[in-house]
């Protein structure tokens, strides 16, 4: 089943503006799990389910602190 990966940039009242790559879609909150972040990943499926991935937005957190630590070490 095909599945394409989101990430929430921000919220704009009862929307989700969510990057897709280069491109950024706006999606109805109601479309979205609760309690999601900005940051959180999304998976958006065929089907319609949306599902959270914590262990890769651990990871995407890790791989920009290590860009930053390096931008800032002497």
């Known amino acids: 089943m095909k599945r394409r990966r989101g990430i929430i940039d921000r919220f704009e009242g009862d929307l989700a503006v969510i990057e897709f790559g280069e491109l950024m879609e706006n999606i109805p909150k ?14 958006f499926y065929e089907d319609g389910r949306v599902e959270v991935d914590v262990e890769e937005k ?10 930053m630590n390096e931008l800032w070490e002497d």
């Open 30 to 43: 109601s479309q979205i799990p609760d309690a999601v972040q900005p940051g959180d990943v999304l998976w």
């Open 58 to 67: 651990q990871r995407l957190s890790k791989e920009i602190d290590e860009l």
